[in-house]
């Protein structure tokens, strides 16, 4: 099996432990508030477009910016990406089946929460749900596809 697209077996390794980590340290600074965001990260970013509530509105400029949580998103999807999308070690039709399986109901699933949200969450909420979305896709995908090799690789192991 041919499969160009994917990332070589040895890198998914490297996109768990960075991936895991990257999970919950951008999970816990965005729960955490100001408070989990180390001032050393508080640098002058380049912004195309800001309009804050109160402030003023910055077009192509300088703002003052705590990066982690765009430091942790980079990383998030970076190392989602690796690890979901890197071959195994036997990468043949039926894992090649697998894994546009899981992705086909990964994006149904992804789909279908973001439609219940745009019905029934509004305001502040659906931002956060909205901000969530961005990576749920690549989370439901790397769950499902595991699990299911998991359940391959157990029912082949109970046969032998």
Avoid: C
């Amino acid at each position: 099996m041919n499969a160009n697209y994917l990332f070589p077996h040895r890198y998914k390794k490297w996109g768990l432990l960075v991936f895991i980590p990257s999970l919950i340290i951008g999970f816990l600074s965005i729960q955490g508030g100001s408070g989990m965001s180390p001032d050393w990260l508080d640098w002058n970013v380049f912004t195309i477009y800001q309009d804050d509530f109160l402030g003023e509105e910055v077009i192509f400029g300088f703002i003052p910016n705590n990066v982690l949580d765009e430091i942790m998103g980079v990383l998030i999807i970076i190392s989602g990406l690796v690890l979901a999308f890197s071959k195994e070690k036997v990468e043949d039709e039926l894992i090649s089946n697998i894994r546009l399986k899981s992705l086909v109901w990964a994006t149904y699933v992804n789909y279908g929460i973001l439609f219940l949200a745009i019905v029934f969450v509004h305001d502040l909420s659906f931002y956060w749900i909205m901000m969530f979305n961005l990576f749920t896709i690549l989370i439901f995908f790397i769950i499902r596809f595991n699990w299911q090799l998991y359940k391959l690789r157990k029912t082949v192991s109970d046969e032998e």
